[in-house]
């Protein structure tokens, strides 16, 4: 098979949508399928170009572009330091331009099928021209849109942008755009749900969840988690509880920084907060000079498995509203590494389906609320059989529903078959 995937994030983006998307094209090259990737420099999470890439047009190759084989072309893209909502859909809206050069070059040699990965939504203008374009000259290429995020959704319900009538508006143009695509796929049932009330005919929604390399994930203590420990001053008996992540607006962070403040009196409960984003400095400054509160950069990718092997249980914060319009990648890891999940989230969405199931991976209380989440924390730092039984619970939740190549063979079929 001949896959040609546009999408603004790819590897080594170390976190997000770029990883996953970076994971599944060498996944399906090391398979025996061409591969060719349009995609932007990395710049996420930090939000600006990392070295040593610049941000112009450029080709990388993953060998012979034959069978097996992965070529990459890098388009340039404006990205603000400070992102607003309209710096962002500049942004977006630059990838969406830049690109749209080197893919309907691909016309002269179609592929067999297209994927277009959203964010960013508006790479759907120039991946539908290219469809329409192939489809004229006699060779229709059947296309794939794949959902990570509902970006105008998570807008409108997050306040980024006014509702009304530009969100009448606004969705109806999504309706109609989703309807040009071959199938559209997303990454949890509750957002199935969603592509439903958006028109999209049951036949062509494909449920195709992130996924976890549970091999590479140890939930044991490893020598270089204790060592971590140990740079880190954190005692034996102490429990840390660990947010590891992009830091924006989504996740509302600040509750966070309000349940530390209440638990300051506990003599054992430690906080690592680890990542980078826009927000992090306001939440470093909402944390100011609290106790047992550590903030550290974002991690290598060799450090991943320890970092998660540090937390006793993992943090998962999200503003009211975001849940069911954007899964957040990290939860997988989460489970998969065997500790519990603290989450805010609303009872009813599919995260908090996922974490309060018939085995409990963990807890849930409402965003924002502060007083719930130290109450919840507080429980968990006390009761290590707790912890214990419900990180049991994460891990083989991981291994049943997330293990990385069964989930990716499911796709590889799904496009195989299209």
Known sequence: MRLLILGLNYAPEPVGIGRYTGELASWLAARGHQLQVITAPPYYPQWQLQPPFRNRYAVEHTGEFGQGSLLIRRCPLWVPHLPSTIKRLVHLASFAFSSAFPLLGQLRHPPDKLLVIAPAF??????????????LRGRPVPAVLHIQDFELDAAFELGF???????????????????????????????CARLALKGVASRRIWL????????????????????????LAIPADAVVALY??????????EVLADTALQLADHPR?????CGE??????FE????????VRFLPLQPAECFSALLQLADIHLLPQQAGAADV?????LLAMLASGRPVLATAERQTGLAAVITGASPCGMVTPPGDANSLAVAARELADNPALRSLMGGAARQRALRDWDRDAVLSKFEDNLINL
């Open 161 to 191: 942008l006014a509702g009304g009538p530009v969100r009448t508006c606004a969705e109806a143009i999504e309706r109609v755009f989703l309807q040009g695509f071959t199938a559209v796929s997303t990454i949890s049932p509750a957002m």
């Open 277 to 282: 984003g826009p927000t992090r400095a306001a």
């Open 122 to 135: 508006c790479c759907t203008v120039p991946a539908l021209l290219f469809t329409a374009l192939a489809r």
């Open 244 to 253: 590891s992540g992009s830091m924006n607006c989504k996740q509302g962070l």
């Open 208 to 231: 195709f969840p992130n996924w976890v390399d549970c091999a590479a994930i140890e939930p044991l203590a490893s020598p270089a988690q204790l060592a971590w420990r140990q740079e």
């Open 285 to 292: 400054a909402a944390c100011g000079s609290l106790p047992r």
């Open 269 to 273: 409960l430690h906080w690592i907060f």
């Open 326 to 330: 954007v899964m957040p990648s990290k």
